[in-house]
């Protein structure tokens, strides 16, 4: 896992348990929480010849509660973004990679109208594309210069924490989180992303 990454994860856990207890003085159960939104941060895969590149990431999901606990269910999607790189022709090329996650877990919110700090935990199912990665052109033209296209579903995880404002259009608000995403496989974090977000909350 990225170092990164971890801090995210274990600073999730630690923050889930402190709002949960901040969460108990109030007297009104949260009711349900909904956010769509998207952002930008860096895709990681970790035995491609380039493993890390920048990353567009999508994400929506809902919370509610279910006593004692809050429960979450999101549904979040990177993809390498190529457009803003450059790349010397004779170097590896990073490819393109894509990752897809579902993730059911925890949500614990600080107010009671989950707006405020909030912080996510989740496991799940995930899926992990990639293609067009190549080694440098010293490689060529050995057969493994162009790595072969992959495609992977196995367990995924993710974690976030972030901040739902009060005031938005109408009824919702504005949600700025750090989000972090990654699917398991072998034994070891085969793919993951970070990105910080922006969008809409209800």
């Known amino acids: 896992m990225s170092r990164l990454g971890s801090i995210l994860v274990c600073a999730s856990v630690l923050a889930t348990g402190v709002l949960h207890l901040v969460g108990g003085a109030q007297a009104a159960t949260p009711g349900i929480s909904i956010h769509v939104e998207g952002g930008f941060g860096a895709s990681r895969v970790s035995d491609l010849p380039v493993p890390s590149t920048s990353a567009l990431t999508a994400s929506a999901g809902f919370g509610f509660p279910v006593k004692p606990v809050r429960l979450a269910i999101e549904l979040a999607a990177t993809a390498s973004e190529e457009f803003m790189a450059r790349y010397i022709p004779e170097e ?3 490819g393109q990679r894509t990752l897809t996650t579902l993730l059911v877990g925890m949500e614990a919110v600080g107010s009671p109208n989950a707006r405020g700090p909030f912080v996510t935990g989740g496991i799940g199912v995930g899926h992990v ?3 067009g990665a190549r080694r440098g052109l010293e ?5 493994g210069w162009s790595v072969p296209a992959r495609s992977l579903t196995d367990l995924a995880l993710g974690a976030g924490l972030g901040w739902r404002s009060t005031g938005g ?3 919702l608000g504005f949600q700025l989180a750090l989000r972090f995403h990654g699917v398991v496989h072998g034994g070891g974090l085969a793919a993951s992303a970070t990105a910080l977000t922006l969008g809409l909350a209800y």
């Open 129 to 131: 594309t990639s293609s």
């Open 92 to 94: 590896p090329m990073p």
């Open 139 to 143: 490689f060529f033209p050995d057969p």
């Open 169 to 171: 259009p109408g009824p």
